[in-house]
């Protein structure tokens, strides 16, 4: 084996991503986030939020492991750098952030996913709120013990997110400690999300998703206020009158064969007006436990969920149901941005450190969005469940075909080329990604 430096990249797909940059004029928008702070090291605070980027678009996890790519010419090239910084100034770097930084970071990460609904002109925007978990096992400013589901007693982060179902974005994050609840801040915040789209996309008709944590009197009257279509899940627990309404009601009216409801206007103990309540039932077999009577057949009985929701849609009663289910796709991206953008690591001792890595990951996640949208058009129409409107592949798997290729950066007659191998399916791609970004 011989190991030789000849300007060998194995991420040459990240030239797709260095005219994505060009394009939205990402480094010279960085620079603007930063004005505040004075730059007092050679490694700014643009290069450490680019770098993090890069690291979590090659799948990079820990801090540590910049070591294996920190000779990467096509890394340098699109940081703008000739060297990488130290492991050690990194994570010094990223620790001695303030938290405006994180905040401006925030910002400009949700105006270029305003830029994409405001380009697309959408005739109705769907904002869906909701908490998460990223648990650690290291002591870390603001984390605390709280309600963790797979990791009981473990310290933790409990983020509020805002996520767009039509394009798969995040639009904004409130960065919390894990032993809050999901509607500890989120008046401020669901205001602020949807101020925002409303001034970017004038005369688009805002709607609004969320489970049973965010229902409360102050929510609902905060959307309509703010004039949202919204849907929010009832919890049980909280209302043993309309229990009692449920399992009374005899009559029910059918959607499907799984699928039956009922409506009524009805309002809590503690609020001031009535809204109107649809209370769905599934049917569903029930699971049987025990010895079964398997020499002649099988018995099955039947058993129903409820599920009750909040509205102001004015929409039958069956695509309220789709709408309010779509709700789901959230969760995919949640497990795209924790699991594939690293959202999930815990890389600093510092709230502000932990914060700009988290902020670095969703604008990890919303680039690679954008890079999809800016190279083909819409795959599919509106639909009741709001599907993201394109067939968007998963950043592993741009991250396999595209970005992780070999190459080689030659100079030739004072002009520098980056040389890949031949292979026809990823010339056919790259050339036809790259001409997308910049027709010129």
């Not at 007693?153 to 983020?159: F, N, V």
């Not at 809050?180 to 409303?198: K, L, T, Y």
């Not at 932990?354 to 890079?371: D, F, K, P």
Request: proline fraction near 2%; charged fraction near 30%; glycine fraction near 8%.
């Amino acid at each position: 084996m011989e190991f030789e430096d000849d300007r060998l990249s194995s991420a040459s797909g990240l030239v797709l991503f260095q005219g994505l940059f060009r394009r939205l004029g990402l480094r010279s928008r960085l620079r603007i986030c930063f004005s505040h702070v004075r730059r007092t090291t050679s490694f700014s605070s643009v290069h450490v939020v680019l770098l993090l980027v890069v690291h979590v678009l090659l799948g990079y996890r820990k801090l540590r492991e910049m070591e294996y790519y920190r000779d990467d010419p096509m890394v340098l090239r699109l940081l703008g750098l000739t060297r990488l910084p130290d492991v050690s100034t990194m994570s010094r770097r990223l620790g001695s952030l303030d938290r405006e930084s994180c905040r401006q970071v925030g910002r400009l990460s949700g105006e270029l996913v305003l830029e994409r609904l405001a380009e697309e002109g959408f005739g109705r925007v769907t904002l869906d709120f909701d908490g998460s978990v990223f648990s650690t096992r290291r002591e870390a400013e603001g984390t605390a013990v709280g309600f963790n589901r797979k990791r009981k007693g473990a310290r933790s982060y409990y983020p509020l997110f805002c996520t767009v179902a039509q394009t798969g974005q995040v639009l904004d994050v409130r960065h919390r400690s894990g032993n809050v609840h999901d509607f500890n801040g989120a008046p401020e915040f669901i205001e602020a999300c949807v101020r925002r789209v409303q001034g970017t996309c004038g005369g688009t008709r805002v709607e609004a998703r969320m489970d049973a944590a965010f229902f409360s009197q102050e929510a609902a009257d905060l959307l309509e206020r703010l004039k949202v279509e919204y849907s929010i899940s009832v919890p049980f627990g909280g209302s043993p009158a309309l229990k009692d309404v449920i399992e009374e009601r005899q009559r029910w009216r059918r959607i499907d064969d799984t699928w039956s409801y009922f409506e009524l206007r009805w309002r809590s103990v503690r609020w001031k007006k009535r809204r109107r309540f649809v209370v769905y039932r599934q049917r569903i077999r029930r699971q049987r436990k025990g010895a079964l009577q398997l020499d002649l057949y099988e018995p099955v009985s039947w058993t129903y969920q409820f599920k009750v929701v909040v509205t102001n849609r004015k929409v039958k009663a069956a695509q309220l149901l789709r709408f309010h289910n779509g709700r789901g796709a959230q969760e995919g991206v949640f497990g795209e941005v924790k699991d594939l953008c690293q959202l999930s690591y815990i890389p600093s001792r510092s709230w502000s450190g932990n914060q700009m890595y988290m902020q670095a990951g969703i604008l990890a996640h919303n680039l690679t969005r954008e890079l999809q949208m800016q190279i083909r058009s819409r795959d599919r129409a509106l639909s009741p469940q709001r599907t993201a409107m394109w067939r968007f592949e998963k950043l592993s798997t741009i991250r396999h075909l595209m970005i992780c290729r070999a190459g080689r950066l030659i100079n030739r007659a004072g002009r520098l080329v980056l040389r890949m191998s031949a292979n026809q399916a990823v010339r056919r791609d790259l050339q036809h990604m790259m001409q997308a970004l910049d027709p010129a």
